[in-house]
């Protein structure tokens, strides 16, 4: 199976995150690698999972896997 990489522009790191977005309710939800490629989600390397950002006033979910 072929690795995913983050979706940044210029990042070849392997794909940890999987980041959507609902702009009707200004929130974004980040979570584990989604079980397949989305064309409207975001994956995301570990790095930028850290430096994620939203715009001022919206609300960010983090789901944590159960290990």
Known sequence: ???????????ARE?????TYDY?????ALG???PTRDPHAHDLC???TE????PKGWTVIRHATLV
């Open 1 to 11: 199976m072929m690795e995913r990489l983050c979706s940044k522009v210029g990042c």
């Open 15 to 19: 794909a940890v995150t999987t980041l």
């Open 24 to 28: 009707g309710d200004q929130m974004a």
């Open 32 to 34: 584990p690698l989604g």
């Open 46 to 48: 570990a790095i930028h």
């Open 51 to 54: 430096r994620m950002s939203v």
